[in-house]
């Protein structure tokens, strides 16, 4: 990682495969992009907001992270938690991302502000991946109309479905 990337990060937890990052701005998680593409080892990459004071990712940001990960070769979870304000607007870049990545494994996407529609467009890409073996798409917007087209999606590409109890 950069030393001024370093510098602007409110927490970056690293070892040689993961880093956790927290509260990331978007200026910052763009920063984080560039150096992460450049780290061949990196297997677990986690960006997820924990602070009430703080905003998280936007659309901005996360679409920073996630063209980064559409072709990144060892990265196998990504964790975007809490990041609320990336919303259905993501869902699509998200999509996309399923669609080409061929490493990613395991995707976490709680309480990022999806609805149905974003859950459909995810779904969408679920069919196309070959490789996700387990996605966290709890504590969002999602009713039971959405939960039926993830659902539909994981079953046939048997993916490990985190759902809320209904």
Aim: aromatic letters at 4%; a negative charge; glycine letters at 6%.
């Amino acid at each position: 990682m950069s030393s001024i990337a370093v510098n602007l990060y409110h927490d970056v937890y690293q070892n040689n495969t993961s880093w956790l990052c927290h509260d990331l701005t978007d200026d910052q998680a763009m920063m984080l992009a560039v150096d992460v593409e450049k780290n061949l080892k990196l297997e677990v990459l986690a960006i997820i907001l924990i602070s009430e004071l703080e905003n998280g990712l936007s659309v901005i940001g996360g679409a920073s992270i996630l063209k980064m990960i559409e072709t990144h070769t060892n990265i196998k979870t990504l964790k975007l938690d809490g990041n609320y304000r990336m919303g259905d607007t993501i869902a699509s870049i998200i999509a996309e991302v399923l669609k080409i990545n061929t490493t990613l494994t395991s995707l976490s996407l709680k309480n990022c502000g999806l609805t149905d529609m974003g859950a459909t467009i995810i779904a969408g890409g679920l069919k196309h991946n070959s490789v996700l073996n387990k996605l966290v798409i709890n504590d969002n917007n999602i009713t039971l109309q959405g939960w039926i087209q993830i659902r539909s999606a994981a079953v046939q590409r048997s993916i490990s479905l985190n759902m809320p109890n209904r």
